[in-house]
């Protein structure tokens, strides 16, 4: 059984960071692309950066400049590095990735961003 858990979340005041992880654990044997999806209260979850097998790499418009995606191929491990986090940027995380060519996501870790 192939799991997803995040970490990571919490309250940051605007202007600051955050580190978020994602570890794959289970019966693994290839992972092709990694990202990280959030749900804002209210909104459609929507891509904020996703990660290939080969360091290829996508943001969100709205989160360039500020976010960088890497992972750990070793640790079957993602992370996001949010810096200069806005009020907007408030939501739940989610982890997502093609583990075994399926789909697999996290549990949602939450992001609050205060004013």
């Known amino acids: 059984q192939v799991q997803l858990v995040e970490s990571g979340g919490g309250l940051v005041q605007a202007g600051g960071s955050l580190r978020l992880s994602c570890a794959a654990s289970?019966?693994?044997?290839?992972?092709?692309?990694m990202g990280w999806y959030r749900q804002a209260p209210g909104k459609q979850r929507e891509l904020v950066a996703a990660?290939?097998?080969?360091?290829?790499?996508n943001y969100a418009d709205s989160v360039k400049g500020r976010f960088t995606i890497s992972r750990d191929n070793a640790k079957n491990t993602v992370y996001l590095q949010m810096n200069s986090l806005k009020p907007e940027d408030t939501g739940v995380y989610y982890c997502?990735?093609?583990?075994?060519?399926?789909?697999?996501w996290g549990q949602g870790t939450l992001v609050t961003v205060s004013s």
């Open positions: 997502n990735a093609n583990i075994n060519y399926r789909e697999f």
């Open positions: 289970g019966s693994i044997f290839r992972i092709n692309v």
């Open positions: 990660i290939g097998r080969g360091d290829s790499i």
